[in-house]
């Protein structure tokens, strides 16, 4: 059940609401929007219709609401309005602005992550992304750097000033993590590894949720409701292609997840077309296409010298044709009322 508070309404007084609710034995997470504010019930309401009655006794309450999808918090209907999520230092992800975020699969090392940083964001890049501790099929592959990666992500974030998208597997490396990125991403192998989505509700730092290769959208939306169900209402969703039965891509990008999250959640939605596709060929035509579907930003792997790339060289752009795809992108950003 979600009760939508009436605009202008007092702090005390939505205190007194909230504090009525916990008193009949749910707990409250508030979303507060820039139309609307609204608290979400959450506890198993059976047996207690006590609930609705006594919260609709509050002058400053306009509706209660009973949501019956199992995602509330992430739900649209619950919200109301969209989310924008803002990952420091000025970038906003879910607004008119389209968000790339571009750089290496895996940080190698401080000169690989200064000059990319700086190429990305001459090209247009918001914000600049790279593996500290990467999720490997084989345990005998490059694992990332971890602690000293994350220092040089961090040195990267200082010389060229774009917020620091990376990955974290272990919760314990989530206090660490926070400390020197600005975005935490969870991979596709760990959007449903529930007690790490639980701590990550903790976590005062914004969370790039990608989506499981073998995850339904709905399925997808619960892992994010975990985030949100824990206190941390700044996520973002992230379309990286699922399995099939094509073998000719690593991976087959969703692009209909895009419209389809649009009617669902409030939740912006990027798009990441490198391990989407696999092959750096078919990273512009799919970027282009998820723009054109109505993605709120992408996430594009580059690479110096792709070739030598520790991790996913195949499908990682030179800085040079990322450059070129920023520019045709621009013109399909205007088509659809965006910019980039
Ligand atoms: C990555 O971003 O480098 C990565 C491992 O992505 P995914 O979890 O989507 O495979
Ligand atoms: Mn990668």
Not at 103 to 114: A, D, L, M, R
Not at 180 to 195: E, K, L, S, W, Y
Not at 254 to 260: E, G, K, R, T, Y
């Amino acid at each position: 059940m979600i009760v939508v508070i009436k605009p202008n309404t007092k702090e005390e007084n939505l205190e007194k609401v909230l504090k009525k609710i916990q008193e009949l034995g749910f707990e409250t997470r508030v979303l507060k929007g820039v139309l609307r504010t609204v608290i979400a019930c959450i506890g198993d309401e059976r047996g207690k219709p006590q609930l609705q009655q006594a919260v609709e006794a509050f002058d400053c309450v306009e509706s209660v609401v009973p949501i019956l999808k199992p995602y509330k918090l992430a739900s649209l209907e619950t919200k109301g309005e969209r989310s924008v999520i803002d990952i420091g230092m000025g970038v906003k992800i879910g607004g008119k602005d389209l968000i790339v975020i571009a750089g290496p699969c895996s940080v190698e090392n401080e000169k690989q992550i200064v000059e990319t940083a700086q190429a990305v964001k001459d090209a247009g890049a918001k914000a600049f992304r790279g593996g500290a501790y990467k999720p490997r099929t084989s345990p005998y592959s490059f694992q990332g750097m971890g602690e000293k990666g994350l220092k040089l992500l961090a040195k990267g974030r200082e010389a060229v000033g774009l917020p620091i998208v990376t990955e974290v597997m272990d919760a314990g490396d989530i206090p660490i993590i926070a400390d020197h990125a600005d975005v935490i991403q969870v991979g596709a192998r760990n959007v449903q590894n529930f007690a790490l989505l639980k701590h990550l509700g903790k976590v005062k730092k914004p969370i790039l949720l990608k989506r499981g290769m073998m995850t339904t959208i709905d399925e997808w939306l619960m892992s994010a409701e975990y985030i949100l169900a824990g206190g941390n209402s700044n996520i973002i969703l992230c379309e990286r292609g699922i399995r099939t039965f094509e073998t000719a891509t690593r991976n087959t990008l969703d692009i209909s997840a895009v419209p389809v999250l649009k009617e669902k959640t409030h939740l912006p939605v990027i798009v990441d077309p490198s391990h989407g596709t696999g092959f750096w060929q078919y990273v512009a035509p799919m970027a282009f296409a998820a723009i054109a579907a109505g993605a709120d930003g992408l996430i594009i792997e580059v690479h110096q010298k792709p070739e030598t790339a520790m991790s996913d060289g195949a499908q990682s752009l030179k800085p040079q044709k990322f450059a070129e795809l920023m520019k045709q992108l621009r013109i399909i950003a205007k088509a659809v009322n965006r910019i980039v």
